[in-house]
């Protein structure tokens, strides 16, 4: 398991678009991938549970990931998480 906490830095935070990409990044993945925020814990890979979420720039969230590819996906999801 590979777990790392990320500060979003995308301006809009992450409303349906962002939310839309980052499912797309995170299903290129075969390992299973959540994103915590508080005491909520979401799927990556659903975009109705990455919605529910309600992130905002600024804010900290925790992604986790486990499996073949969790170091990758971890790292792809925290570059889009900082540099989009």
Same mark, same amino acid.
């Given at each position: 398991m590979t777990k790392k906490t990320v500060t979003i830095e995308i301006s !809009?935070?992450?409303e349906a678009r962002p939310i839309a990409m980052l499912?797309?990044?995170?299903s290129q993945f075969e390992s299973s991938i959540y994103v915590e925020c508080g005491n909520k814990r979401v799927n990556a890979k !659903?975009?109705?549970g990455m919605m529910t979420l309600g992130l905002s720039a600024g804010e900290q969230v925790t992604v986790e990931a486990n499996?073949?590819?969790e170091e990758a996906a971890v790292s792809d999801i925290e570059k889009y998480l900082r540099n989009n």
């Open positions: !809009s935070g992450l499912v797309q990044v995170a !659903s975009i109705m499996g073949a590819d």
